[in-house]
């Protein structure tokens, strides 16, 4: 999504991408940014926590306005309620880490094409 705001920045659109991966939103680097420790999937919060969620894409919305600096990701204050819940994440990857590798291995490449390699440069070439 970083690449994609990067390219409706280009035609005028102002853009705020929400992360909860700051390390591949580091690399990318989308115009703004609102980063948020929480586990991937829950970029907004916990469910059925309305208060919380809005709390999360008021704070997001205002980067719009506040955010100068190009590429800023400015990290949101907002907790996770489970202080444990990174090392549980870890503990099920590791346990799941052969599921990904034999995926990859089957999926990611078309003969000699990557697809994460092509979709990004799909979207670089739409401005």
Known sequence: MGLVARVLERE?????????AIDITERIRPP?????????GNATGQPH???GQRRVLRG?????ETAREPGAIVELPDRWSDPDWERETVRGYWDEKHIVHDTRLKS?????ENYALRECHDVCSLA
């Open 60 to 64: 997001v919305l205002g980067l719009a």
């Open 49 to 51: 926590d309305a208060e």
């Open 108 to 112: 990611e490449y078309d003969g000699e």
């Open 32 to 40: 703004r940014a609102a980063f948020l420790n929480f586990p991937l």
């Open 12 to 20: 005028g659109l102002t853009t705020v991408s929400l992360t909860s």
